[in-house]
């Protein structure tokens, strides 16, 4: 398995555009997480989907992010208007959620810089 | 979730053992411990996780006391490689979610 695939890898736009970033889970898993991480923050959640219905999105920061599942091979977080304080490394990762613990797999994450 | 305390940095000898402590003494009994480990620039990386059992595996050893209140997970012969932020997380089973802490901060020197 190739594991979780996120797009693009690094992403520079200017304030005000719409940023799309994209992610595909591991085959087979049933729950997919969103992540976003800055020196100052850390590691926040913003959502998660199981079975491609989001269950908690207490962590999105404002309207202007949104996120989608339109099949369970699929994702995308998407920012409109971005603006500068939205710069950080945002990563996806996906689970088996169902019958006791389990372990979330990471992807590489896609570096945003908004200028 | 409960919260967790873990130090914020910590030196290892390489080849020598690493020893990171972690504080959960208010833990549920159907929560689990998780440990991850991020190094630089990466995706996080899930290391081991345990509920009331020392557990090992090809990566570490994780110690929980018998009041489950505290854990330390265990790098038995650290590398270089092994330098990275290391987190500590306890979670329900049944609820998804992973909240991630500061962690610890492991530098592992020649």
């Known amino acids: 398995d190739a594991g979780v695939i996120q797009s693009p890898r690094h992403e520079v736009t200017e304030m005000g555009q719409e940023v799309t970033l994209r992610c595909k889970p591991i085959?087979?898993?049933?729950?997919l997480f969103w992540y976003r991480q800055t020196m100052m923050r850390g590691l926040e959640l913003l959502i998660y989907?199981?079975?491609?219905?989001?269950?908690?999105d207490s962590g999105m920061p404002e309207d202007r992010f949104s996120a989608k599942m339109p099949n369970a091979s699929f994702s995308t977080l998407k920012i409109q208007p971005s603006e500068p304080r939205d710069s950080a490394v945002y990563f996806c990762?996906?689970?088996?959620?169902?019958?006791?613990?389990?372990?979330?797999?990471f992807g590489s994450g896609t570096q945003l810089s908004v200028l | 979730d409960a919260k967790t305390t873990q130090p914020t940095s910590m030196d290892c000898a390489e080849g020598r053992a690493a020893n990171l402590p972690c504080n959960h003494s208010?833990?549920?009994?159907?929560?689990?411990v998780y440990w991850y480990r991020q190094i630089h620039s990466q995706g996080p990386q899930y290391i081991i996780h345990?509920?009331?059992n020392n557990e090992t595996n090809e990566m570490a050893s994780l110690i929980i006391t018998e009041d489950r209140k505290s854990s330390t997970l265990i790098l038995p012969h650290a590398t270089l490689r092994d330098t990275a932020v290391y987190y500590c997380?306890?979670?329900?089973?049944?609820?998804?979610?992973?909240?991630f802490g500061q962690g610890t901060t492991l530098q592992v020197k020649p």
């Open positions: 085959s087979g898993h049933n729950s």
């Open positions: 345990g509920l009331k």
């Open positions: 990762a996906s689970s088996f959620l169902g019958g006791g613990a389990e372990k979330l797999f």
């Open positions: 208010t833990i549920s009994g159907n929560e689990y």
């Open positions: 989907f199981n079975n491609n219905v989001p269950i908690d």
């Open positions: 997380i306890v979670r329900a089973s049944n609820t998804g979610k992973l909240i």
